[in-house]
Each structure stands twice: as structure tokens, then as C-alpha cells.
């Protein structure tokens, strides 16, 4: 299971990248927050709660890499003063265990996890 | 104790809500989410007869002339991200299965669409008002 944080203006981007590697299945929640350098200040405001797009996908174990990279190709932004790294609130993407997976569909294993 | 992450439709919501009441669980979460599976957000007519009003299957007719003799029941469109609500459920193991059935029970249509449910290891609660830890916070 991979959870992505990612910008909602890079949300589209991914989400075709990974339409085109065959990745069907993505749940996408609204989020807010903020990472270690406590949002912005925009001039007089300090902003804490930053808007995110959250994805959840779920792969089989052999496509959690190829699914990282391609999340972190699109997602990343590019940054003038380090050449090939991204900027600050690009996200972070989190992979976790699946025990189980099912289809309510048809309440059985769902096929590949 | 097991995470359980459920993706189901709009209108089944209520029906899970009772179906867990009965089976005595308490603790539940839904978040509104945005989701697709290997259809990429795809609808039949058919579909969108039993979860839209007669208003608003009149516009997409009406947006697309000549749509009305085309739109037999398997004429598909393609939405995109279509509306759905995660259900979250922190569980002991040994109930697992038993909200498995009930939220398959109460979710099923056959069509798809239906949803998938994800099981996922969970390692300690803590209870935010008495700051009970492990598996007393979930009782």
C-alpha cells in the first residue's frame, strides 16, 4: 500500500503517468498539512495548513518501486538551485504492509495483491 | 489488531453503518475520497439511472445533442475520480473476518464499482482521554 503526499497541481500528472503503466486503481482524499519547516509565511501571514493531494494505491510487491519512481519523477518539481532535486512541498510518499486485499465485487482475493 | 480500510459507494453507506451496529462495532471513520479502479471511473447508463436524479441524467442529455438515442442502458461514460467514502476500522484480529462479511454483505451489488476492502497490520492505539494504550484502548 503506497500513501502519497503530494501538490494538488502535480496530482494530474501522476495520475496520467501512472494510467499509462497499467496502475488502475488510485483513491485520492483532500488533505492538509504541513512538514518539517512549518508551512510558509507569505508576507505577514504564517500558513500551517498547507492544501495536499493524498493517493492511496495498492500494487502488488513487485510494482511498489516502479509505482515510487514514477510518483517521484512527476511529482517533483524542478529547482533552480539543485539541478534534478525537487523543492521544498513536493510530499512524501509512504509504503506499508497489506495483509489482505478483497473485491466486494465478487468477495473474493482481489487478483495481483 | 488489524486496519481496516474499506473504499465503498455513496449510497451503501447507511446500509454498512448498520450492518457493523449489529455485529457491535463502535468505532468507525468515513472520509469523503475521490477514487477509480481498473475501469478508470467508467459508468454505465444503467448505472447512473439508480444513483443520479432524472434532473441531472436530462442535462447530460441535454449537453450533448443526439446523446438520447445513444443512451441505452450499457452506453459507458467515462467520469474520472468518481465520489466514494473510505471506511476506517481498527479491529483485533479475531473480528477481522466478521467485518469483512458484513461490509460485503451490505456492499454488494456484483456490479463494478463495488469497492475493495484492505487489511492492514496495526501496531498500538492510544486512547487520546484516558491515554490507554494497546488493545484497552479499542474496548
Request: proline letters at 3%; a positive charge.
Given at each position: 500500500m503506497i500513501w502519497a503526499i503530494i501538490r494538488p497541481e502535480s496530482a494530474q500528472r501522476v495520475?496520467?503517468?501512472?494510467?499509462?503503466?497499467?496502475i488502475g486503481g488510485i483513491t485520492r482524499l483532500h488533505v492538509t498539512g504541513?512538514?518539517?519547516?512549518?508551512?510558509?509565511?507569505?508576507?505577514?501571514?504564517?500558513?500551517?495548513?498547507?492544501p495536499k493531494e493524498m493517493l492511496m494505491i495498492v500494487v502488488p510487491d513487485n510494482d511498489?518501486?516502479?509505482?515510487?519512481?514514477?510518483?517521484r519523477t512527476e511529482a517533483k518539481t524542478a529547482s533552480k538551485s539543485t539541478p534534478g532535486e525537487g523543492t521544498i512541498g513536493d510530499g512524501k510518499i509512504f509504503v506499508t504492509y497489506v495483509d489482505d486485499a478483497f473485491a466486494i465485487r465478487t468477495a473474493g482475493k482481489a487478483c495481483g495483491t | 489488531m488489524k486496519l481496516i480500510i474499506?473504499?465503498?459507494?455513496?449510497?451503501?453507506?447507511?446500509?454498512?453503518?448498520?450492518?457493523?451496529?449489529?455485529?457491535?462495532?463502535?468505532?468507525?471513520?468515513?472520509?469523503?475520497?475521490?477514487g477509480r479502479g481498473q475501469q478508470k471511473g467508467r459508468v454505465s447508463v444503467r448505472e447512473l439511472g439508480e444513483s443520479l436524479n432524472r434532473n441531472m441524467r436530462m442535462q447530460l442529455v441535454g449537453t450533448w445533442?443526439?446523446?438520447?438515442?445513444?443512451?441505452?442502458?450499457?452506453?459507458?461514460?467515462?467520469?474520472?475520480?468518481?465520489?466514494?467514502r473510505m471506511l476506517i476500522i481498527v479491529a483485533y484480529d479475531e473480528e477481522v473476518n466478521r467485518i469483512v462479511q458484513a461490509i460485503v454483505n451490505s456492499n454488494q451489488?456484483?456490479?463494478?464499482?463495488?469497492?475493495?476492502?484492505?487489511?492492514?497490520?496495526?501496531?498500538?492505539?492510544?486512547?487520546?482521554?484516558?491515554?490507554?494504550?494497546?488493545?484497552?484502548?479499542?474496548?
Amino acid at each position: 500500500m503506497i500513501w502519497a503526499i503530494i501538490r494538488p497541481e502535480s496530482a494530474q500528472r501522476v495520475i496520467k503517468a501512472l494510467d499509462i503503466t497499467g496502475i488502475g486503481g488510485i483513491t485520492r482524499l483532500h488533505v492538509t498539512g504541513h512538514g518539517k519547516e512549518m508551512g510558509i509565511t507569505l508576507g505577514a501571514v504564517h500558513y500551517t495548513e498547507i492544501p495536499k493531494e493524498m493517493l492511496m494505491i495498492v500494487v502488488p510487491d513487485n510494482d511498489v518501486a516502479k509505482t515510487v519512481m514514477i510518483i517521484r519523477t512527476e511529482a517533483k518539481t524542478a529547482s533552480k538551485s539543485t539541478p534534478g532535486e525537487g523543492t521544498i512541498g513536493d510530499g512524501k510518499i509512504f509504503v506499508t504492509y497489506v495483509d489482505d486485499a478483497f473485491a466486494i465485487r465478487t468477495a473474493g482475493k482481489a487478483c495481483g495483491t | 489488531m488489524k486496519l481496516i480500510i474499506a473504499i465503498l459507494r455513496e449510497d451503501r453507506v447507511e446500509d454498512t453503518k448498520e450492518a457493523l451496529e449489529t455485529i457491535g462495532v463502535r468505532g468507525v471513520t468515513f472520509l469523503y475520497v475521490t477514487g477509480r479502479g481498473q475501469q478508470k471511473g467508467r459508468v454505465s447508463v444503467r448505472e447512473l439511472g439508480e444513483s443520479l436524479n432524472r434532473n441531472m441524467r436530462m442535462q447530460l442529455v441535454g449537453t450533448w445533442p443526439g446523446a438520447g438515442s445513444l443512451l441505452h442502458n450499457d452506453t459507458e461514460f467515462a467520469f474520472g475520480f468518481l465520489p466514494k467514502r473510505m471506511l476506517i476500522i481498527v479491529a483485533y484480529d479475531e473480528e477481522v473476518n466478521r467485518i469483512v462479511q458484513a461490509i460485503v454483505n451490505s456492499n454488494q451489488t456484483g456490479r463494478h464499482g463495488d469497492g475493495k476492502i484492505f487489511i492492514c497490520p496495526m501496531i498500538s492505539a492510544m486512547r487520546v482521554r484516558t491515554g490507554e494504550l494497546g488493545d484497552k484502548a479499542l474496548s
